[in-house]
T-cell receptor, first 114, second 114 residues
Framework: NAGVMQNPRHLVRRRGQEARLRCSPM?????VYWYRQLPEEGLKFMVY????????ESGMPKERFSAEFPKEGPSILRIQQVVRGDSAAYFC????????????FGEGSRLTVL | EDKVVQSPLSLVVHEGDTVTLNCSYE??????LLWYKQEKKAPTFLFML????IEKKSGRLSSILDKKELFSILNITATQTGDSAVYLC??????????????FGQGTILTVHP
């Protein structure tokens, strides 16, 4: 059973460009979470999705950021018009249920904004 | 706002030493407390604690929770260089949409020298 797969592992963008980060959860997992880790900071919750639904986006900036988890295909975190402050590691995690904190994390996508 | 504080922030030991990592938390509606290990990539789950005074053990690692004092410790005995990592403590956010919406501490960086 493959783990949580994230791609790209590294992404470089110039200010104003768009970044798309993809996450394929573990097989059988319908609960997906995105976390952001800024340099020298801890992991911060961004958004929680189940198939086709955003359940909780309270940790996601209201502008420029969006997330989806379509019926078919990976979950996508999209950042429009990136700024230097968006440079961070973005981790996706999945779980078979919503009533557990035991999450399975991907290896992260490291975004660098020049 | 939920708060998870870990100490020490960093620790350097030699192989064979025993270490104790601390986590204090202030959360409304306590549900569980979790420990994760993060090497240079994905955080991996170690323990989930829900009951006071019951030790959870996995090999050389063990953890215990004190719900009254809002405190948990993670012990590692006979440390090895492979234990070098960031150890993260987390609790489900009081927001309540999911147990996977976690508030993480800032982590303890453990370095084990040969």
């Amino acid at each position: 059973n493959a783990g949580v797969m994230q791609n790209p592992r590294h992404l470089v963008r110039r200010r104003g460009q768009e970044a798309r980060l993809r996450c394929s959860p573990m097989k059988g997992h319908s609960h997906v979470y995105w976390y952001r880790q800024l340099p020298e900071e801890g992991l911060k919750f961004m958004v929680y999705l189940q198939k086709e639904n955003i359940i909780d986006e309270s940790g996601m900036p209201k502008e420029r950021f969006s997330a989806e988890f379509p019926k078919e295909g990976p979950s996508i975190l999209r950042i429009q018009q990136v700024v230097r402050g968006d440079s961070a590691a973005y981790f996706c995690a999945s779980s078979p249920r919503g009533d557990t904190g035991e999450l399975f994390f991907g290896e992260g996508s490291r975004l660098t904004v020049l | 706002e939920d708060k998870v504080v870990q100490s020490p922030l960093s620790l350097v030991v030699h192989e064979g030493d025993t270490v104790t990592l601390n986590c204090s938390y202030e959360v409304t509606n306590f549900r569980s407390l979790l420990w994760y290990k993060q090497e240079k990539k994905a955080p991996t789950f170690l323990f989930m604690l829900t009951s006071s005074g019951i030790e959870k053990k996995s090999g050389r690692l063990s953890s215990i929770l004190d719900k009254k004092e809002l405190f948990s410790i993670l012990n590692i005995t006979a440390t090895q260089t492979g234990d070098s990592a960031v150890y993260l403590c987390a609790g489900p956010n009081a927001g309540g949409t999911s147990y996977g919406k976690l508030t993480f501490g800032q982590g303890t960086i453990l370095t084990v020298h040969p």
